[in-house]
């Protein structure tokens, strides 16, 4: 039996970037379904649309790092908050609230984020 992949279309102006992302985290999982299992990847598809209308408390804004590393001697770049592709922002936010497992990149596949309105994007 083939299972239904609900789509769910969440505007992200004015919420909170921590909120955001562990909501959309638990309907990617499948957490919202009743027949949820830890092994099975249960979830739906996750449209988020304004993400550079996202909020954050405090001043993480100025001040929170965004490191990117090569591996290799001297390739370290560090950006601050408002340097960042609000896109980014976002996907590492709901790829932490994820657990470390073989699923999470099957999980990640679903999400779909859009910086601007939602016109007739999917």
Same mark, same amino acid.
């Given at each position: 039996?083939?299972? $239904? /992949?609900?789509?769910? +279309? ?6 909170? &970037? ?7 985290? %638990? ?6 379904? !009743? ?5 099975? %990847? *249960? ?10 209308k /996202? +909020? ?7 001040? +929170?790092p965004?490191?990117?590393?090569? *591996?290799? !001697? *001297? ?9 960042? %592709? !609000?896109? $980014? $922002? ?7 609230m994820? !657990?470390?497992?073989? &699923? ?19």
């Amino acid at each position: 039996m083939k299972r $239904i /992949v609900k789509t769910h +279309k969440i505007d992200a102006s004015g919420k909170i &970037l921590g909120r955001l992302a562990t909501e959309v985290a %638990d309907l990617l999982r499948g957490k919202n379904n !009743p027949n949820f299992a830890y092994n099975v %990847d *249960g979830g739906d598809q996750v449209v988020i649309y304004n993400t550079s209308k /996202v +909020k954050v408390t405090g001043r993480k804004a100025e001040y +929170k790092p965004y490191f990117k590393h090569s *591996g290799r !001697p *001297g390739s370290e770049k560090i950006k601050t908050y408002g340097q960042m %592709d !609000p896109n $980014i $922002i976002l996907y590492h936010a709901v790829s932490g609230m994820l !657990p470390q497992n073989k &699923l999470k990149q099957k999980w990640l596949k679903r999400l779909k984020l859009y910086v601007g309105e939602l016109d007739g994007k999917e």
